[in-house]
């Protein structure tokens, strides 16, 4: 009998045990690290279902972890981009985009680096930051040191502008240039280091790795040259002329149209090669930080969140760049990797509308920080525990930067995609209605299908009702307020141009005429007859 209360009282104080380590392991700080890539196609890793590409470590996180299928960068541009994902904002709210201004100080304090910092997180940054962080005096300039917060951080290995993919001209990785001349490997290298240093520590870390692959130009590591020296690339279906018919005006206005053309017939072989070469050296570059993180021994408790600043166009629709609202251009590969989770290694999908304004509440919300209510994106980590639900309805997707024309507000969900281009000076307004479940290459305008109606009529609620959020809490300035107008879908033309200033009214009806085509067909002659002056190109200001 007392044997009996004896074993009775083994077998509960050890279900206790386990319970309370259970509960400690599953609320314990994890560490975490961020690995935000720059224009990066949604297409560009073999987990995405592309055959040709080899991202043996990218797709080994993915099937360790949650994938979404559906994830999206609100605004596709660096800059602005890059801003959201640390503060959780639309860009309306941080007023950070190339033209429009940085992020002020009082936004960056409530990002996600500062707040895991005060929370005692050891913090560190790495790579190309990408925004300023200034006063209200300030502009979006970000090409010195003293525009960008090195000192919100504990360790910084980061560069101010675009930086340089020869390493040693990047100022603070000049002692990984002899044995990585390449910055992506110099990237992965100074990760390394920064774990090495956090695995001593008894504080849990934050380590944000932000590299410029696979950014323009397209100088890949000539160490990887051989690794798609033979592959032949397959083009999309909507790639190049394929999809260009449908498309209103006001989306072949701009230089993404007009002027980008690495990915033209003439050069698309060449221009594929070096841009998956460039991402090969992410992946090889990823393999080293989780490396590091294993033989540190803190891999089981270090989440990952994988994905891209933007998109890429690569020739789909005739674009090249990223910036507009097309699944190429504004859609991101996206992966959250928590190794505590028991659905870790599962290899599960979500479908999810998800996107870059989701990683600064997730990543308070695994810290065990309350997630300030200024910020527009959803923690994700319910969908860890249910891949099938969802956190929100639909999203927006912003242009209001580059030619005037392709200014445009988008609203996406699960299904659909409607697009409003509120441009029509000498040409007329136009829409976009896209079912994505049957059309992801978006080829099929539904816009006047008469069965698709009540669709649409729900897509133009969610993208009123969203416009009505814009203009009640939208930045005072950076002419956020007068893009809430120019994208009501109410207001005449007549009543947009009254309510801007002579410099944008000019700027909305003397856009750059010079270079403005009516026919695609001019554009290969014309283009394939200027190479021989025209210079390498080299990103500076603009599309980022």
């Known amino acids: 009998m007392h044997r009996h209360y004896f074993a009775s009282f083994v077998v509960l104080a050890w279900a206790a045990i386990c319970s309370v380590n259970c509960w400690a392991v599953e609320n314990a700080r994890p560490n975490i690290i961020l690995l935000l890539t720059d224009d990066q196609s949604y297409n560009s890793v073999r987990y995405a279902g592309n055959t040709q590409v080899k991202t043996p470590n990218l797709d080994r996180l993915a099937s360790a972890g949650l994938i979404f299928d559906a994830a999206y960068d609100t605004t596709s541009i660096c800059m602005a981009s890059r801003a959201?994902?640390?503060?959780?904002?639309?860009?309306?709210?941080?007023?950070?985009?190339?033209?429009?201004?940085?992020?002020?100080?009082?936004?960056?304090?409530?990002?996600?680096?500062?707040?895991?910092?005060?929370?005692?997180?050891?913090?560190?940054?790495?790579?190309?930051?990408?925004?300023?962080?200034?006063?209200?005096?300030?502009?979006?300039?970000?090409?010195?040191?003293?525009?960008?917060?090195?000192?919100?951080?504990?360790?910084?290995?980061?560069?101010?502008?675009?930086?340089?993919?020869?390493?040693?001209?990047?100022?603070?990785?000049?002692?990984?240039?002899?044995?990585?001349?390449?910055v992506t490997q110099a990237v992965g290298a100074a990760s390394r280091d920064f774990i090495k240093a956090a695995a001593t520590d008894e504080q849990p870390f934050c380590l944000s790795v932000s590299f410029k692959a696979p950014h323009g130009p397209m100088s890949p590591d000539p160490a990887f040259d051989a690794v798609y020296a033979e592959t032949v690339w397959e083009e999309s279906p909507n790639y190049d002329q394929r999809g260009v018919a449908h498309l209103p005006e006001q989306a072949k206005s701009g230089r993404q149209y007009l002027t980008i053309n690495d990915f033209e017939p003439d050069r698309f072989q060449k221009t594929m090669r070096k841009y998956q070469q460039l991402v090969y050296g992410i992946d090889v570059a990823v393999g080293m930080i989780r490396a590091e993180l294993e033989r540190q021994g803190v891999a089981d408790n270090t989440v990952i969140l994988f994905l891209s600043d933007n998109g890429y166009n690569c020739g789909s629709h005739g674009f090249g760049g990223k910036v507009l609202p097309y699944e190429e251009g504004s859609r991101s590969p996206m992966v959250l990797y928590d190794p505590r989770h028991p659905a870790s290694g599962l290899g599960q999908r979500c479908k999810a509308i998800v996107g870059n304004l989701d990683v600064a509440p997730t990543i308070l919300d695994l810290a065990g920080i309350p997630i300030p209510e200024n910020m527009d994106g959803k923690n994700l980590r319910p969908l860890l525990d249910n891949p099938t639900g969802r956190v929100r309805e639909s999203m927006l997707l912003i242009n209001a930067w580059g030619n005037a024309p392709t200014h445009e507000l988008t609203v996406v969900t699960e299904e659909y995609k409607y697009i409003h281009w509120p441009y029509s000076h000498e040409m007329n307004t136009a829409e976009e209605l896209y079912h994505l479940v049957n059309d992801r290459f978006e080829m099929t305008n539904l816009?006047?299908?008469?069965?698709?109606?009540?669709?649409?009529?729900?897509?133009?609620?969610?993208?009123?009702?969203?416009?009505?959020?814009?203009?009640?809490?939208?930045?005072?300035?950076?002419?956020?307020?007068?893009?809430?107008?120019?994208?009501?879908?109410?207001?005449?033309?007549?009543?947009?141009?009254?309510?801007?200033?002579?410099?944008?009214?000019?700027?909305?009806?003397?856009?750059?005429?010079?270079?403005?085509?009516?026919?695609?067909?001019?554009?290969?002659?014309?283009?394939?007859?200027?190479?021989?002056?025209?210079?390498?190109?080299?990103?500076?200001?603009?599309?980022?």
């Open 84 to 182: 959201q994902v640390m503060t959780g904002m639309y860009e309306y709210k941080t007023g950070c985009n190339f033209s429009h201004g940085p992020l002020l100080r009082d936004k960056w304090r409530r990002s996600y680096p500062v707040l895991l910092r005060d929370a005692g997180y050891f913090t560190g940054f790495v790579g190309k930051f990408g925004f300023a962080v200034k006063g209200e005096e300030g502009d979006s300039n970000y090409h010195h040191n003293e525009d960008i917060p090195i000192d919100s951080f504990d360790y910084w290995c980061g560069w101010p502008g675009q930086g340089s993919y020869q390493t040693a001209e990047n100022e603070f990785f000049l002692k990984y240039a002899a044995e990585y001349p390449h």
């Open 447 to 544: 816009i006047a299908d008469i069965n698709h109606q009540a669709a649409l009529r729900k897509m133009q609620q969610y993208y009123d009702s969203a416009l009505e959020i814009w203009k009640e809490e939208c930045v005072p300035d950076g002419n956020y307020p007068l893009f809430a107008k120019i994208y009501d879908r109410h207001l005449s033309w007549d009543e947009k141009l009254a309510a801007m200033d002579g410099r944008m009214r000019r700027k909305y009806l003397e856009w750059r005429t010079d270079n403005k085509k009516t026919s695609r067909d001019e554009k290969p002659q014309r283009e394939r007859s200027s190479q021989r002056q025209r210079k390498p190109r080299v990103e500076r200001d603009g599309e980022k």
